[in-house]
């Protein structure tokens, strides 16, 4: 019986786990373009409204090692990035990840080396959204994510 109870409760926090990288992933694909269109920036704590004081971004094919370095603990269930495409938004709370979703890049890119690979508090997670010469092979505008806060 004990052993059917913390297999539901297993099930119960994936299920809620991903219904939060779902929640992230749909409030951020709204609010990226609007702030591009808007010009207006978009502060990260006022789109996604589940608990978290950390975000950071992993790139294209970075290592977990460096990605959990980054977080400052062991987080055993990286789903790693494949695609030059998309960057893995990971926000957390303490020493847990509580979401994260993967983007494309183009809507808000947080790779292209500008930042470093530095992670942001929440009070700081807000960003500007900057046209960029490139663009998609669909011919979609490319903008580049610029912190509001000075990058170290």
Not at 64 to 72: A, D, I, M, S
Not at 133 to 140: A, F, I, L, S, Y
Request: charged fraction near 25%.
């Amino acid at each position: 019986m004990a052993i059917v109870v913390i297999i539901l409760a297993g099930i119960g926090w994936a299920m809620f786990s991903e219904r939060r990288n779902l929640a992230a992933e749909d409030a951020l694909r709204k609010a990226l373009p609007d702030a591009a269109r808007s010009q207006q920036p978009v502060r990260v704590a006022e789109v996604v409204t589940f608990p978290w004081d950390r975000l950071l971004f992993a790139c294209s094919y970075e290592a977990e090692e460096t990605v959990e370095q980054r977080l400052g603990f062991t987080w055993g269930a990286y789903p790693g990035v494949f695609y030059d495409g998309v960057a893995l938004w990971i926000f957390t709370r303490g020493k847990e990840v509580t979401a994260r979703t993967q983007m494309p890049r183009h809507v808000g890119d947080p790779c292209d080396g500008s930042m470093g690979r530095r992670t942001f508090d929440k009070s700081q997670a807000s960003f500007r959204l900057e046209r960029t010469p490139e663009v998609t092979t669909k011919g979609d505008a490319w903008y580049r994510l610029v912190p509001l806060t000075a990058v170290p």
